[in-house]
């Protein structure tokens, strides 16, 4: 029997019919997912190749159902030789149709990325990609506002600054558009200009900063010391990508070098990113066994160990910051440290994202994401839709700036459970505050 590539076969999964219904609706089906869009591209799998058989159908009788691959040329046939109305774009229907296939799922994690999309989900794992160095995010209100300008970048440079509103890129005005057409609008050629119009704070009025898009390499760590006196350690992970270990081992050896005593790791906002790197990354603070436990569909589990090559930094003791938008990666590597008691989780439940995705690439540069797996902590939790509490819960102050740490009240909290474990406050400090947030209504 002749096998044919995945690539081919790819249509000849979806039944048509469904396709095309649900393909058309899809845009607004997506567009009203409750799953924050930054979380869609979290743990994925390194890329795989898969190969199929088929054997069609080979009968002369009309009432026989035609192989489904006929069945969509068929269609697809009649739509180009009858359809009266805009030409037909293949390609668009038939992506919209595997998306519109996806989304029947019910599952968010599972779905189609056109070649576009798949260019940049491959920049980010890479950990580099040709724009502005920006992390955007959608408020409430439906507006793009700039979450924080990436350290040492062009839009750092150019003066953008966190919280901005971004009103219109190059003069199109971005009002009620998708969060990715916007990226889409503001990445471009390395060399070439793009001008945001901005709405900013305590200024009057709306104002223009043009930037020149360079290569950028997403710094996925930043760190300092957040108490020269009592040697207390800060190290933020953004994502789990390609560098990110790399990064947060500079990072640690930076610390060591000015004797740091205990260490707050902010995973707060953190969407998660490759499987392989979250392991790596809990490594540096588990001594042994598992990180995390994989269970495939037919039930077998499969431990992934600590590499202990990544015990190369000294012991001390450790606050994990987490939130609702921690998720999937952040949440291995954070429910690990829990399972173990090498650290302490301080903040809110995190996102819930238990699930393991493989990505598999198409001829035509597009490529198909499918849930294959979940994951479990190592004491064997599902935290898939329920997310991992932490050991001290403190809600974020509603006028929070990340300009000003003043306001940052679970980093605040998160230092004094570190004075805890530290031996420099007493535990009837953590109680007192136990017992007043108890009582309030």
Do not use: C
């Not at 980010?124 to 700039?146: D, Q, T």
């Not at 199109?172 to 060399?191: A, F, T």
């Not at 760190?223 to 994502?239: A, C, E, P, S, T």
């Not at 790197?277 to 589990?301: H, M, N, T």
């Amino acid at each position: 029997m002749r096998k044919l590539r995945l690539e081919t076969i790819i249509p000849i999964a979806f039944l048509l019919l469904a396709a095309f219904f649900f393909g058309f609706l899809s845009p607004d089906v997506i567009a009203n997912s409750k799953t924050p869009k930054n979380l869609i591209s979290s743990l994925e799998l390194l890329p795989q190749r898969l190969e199929s058989a088929l054997t069609p159908v080979q009968s002369g009788d009309e009432n026989q159902p035609l192989p489904l691959l006929d069945t969509y040329s068929s269609v697809m046939n009649r739509l180009k030789s009858d359809y009266y109305g805009k030409p037909i774009d293949e390609r668009k229907l038939t992506y919209n149709a595997i998306r519109g296939t996806l989304v029947a799922l019910g599952d968010p994690f599972t779905r189609f990325l056109d070649p576009e999309e798949y260019k940049r989900m491959r920049e980010e794992n890479e950990g580099n990609f040709i724009g502005i160095g920006a992390l955007l995010e959608m408020s409430k209100n439906n507006e793009v506002f700039v979450k924080e300008p990436l350290p040492d970048t062009p839009a750092m440079k150019a003066g953008v600054k966190s919280n901005d509103v971004i009103l219109a890129v190059d003069r199109k005005v971005i009002k009620d558009m998708e969060l990715e057409n916007v990226v889409k609008l503001i990445r471009g050629p390395e060399g070439t200009k793009v001008r945001l119009t901005l709405r900013r704070a305590g200024k009057p009025k709306p104002f223009d900063i043009l930037i020149v898009r360079r290569r950028v390499e997403y710094q996925m760590v930043t760190w300092k010391m957040l108490d020269d006196k009592n040697k207390i350690g800060y190290v933020r992970l953004y994502q789990f990508n390609e560098k990110s270990d790399l990064q947060l081992d500079l990072a640690l050896n930076a610390l060591d070098k000015k004797n740091m005593k205990g260490l707050v790791f902010d995973l707060r906002g953190n969407p998660g990113g490759l499987l392989n790197i979250a392991v790596e990354i809990g490594s540096r603070f588990l001594d042994s066994g598992p990180v995390v436990i994989i269970q495939e569909r037919g039930g077998q589990k499969s431990p992934l160990y600590v590499v202990e090559e990544k015990h190369n930094h000294k012991r001390y003791p450790l606050v994990v910051l987490v939130d609702k938008m921690s998720a999937s990666a952040s949440e291995i590597v954070s429910g690990a440290i829990k399972d173990t008691h090498k650290g302490t989780l301080v903040g809110t439940v995190t996102f819930g994202k238990g699930r393991v995705q493989t990505i598999m690439p198409m001829q035509d540069g597009s490529a198909v994401a499918i849930t294959t797996a979940k994951y479990l902590t190592p004491n064997g939790t599902d935290i898939h839709k329920k997310g991992i509490s932490p050991d001290v819960t403190i809600e974020a102050n509603d006028n929070f700036d990340p300009n000003n740490p003043a306001t940052d009240v679970q980093l605040i909290k998160g230092v004094q459970v570190l004075k805890v474990k530290m031996g420099l406050l007493p535990k009837s400090v953590l109680d007192k505050a136990k017992k007043t947030a108890e009582a309030k209504p």
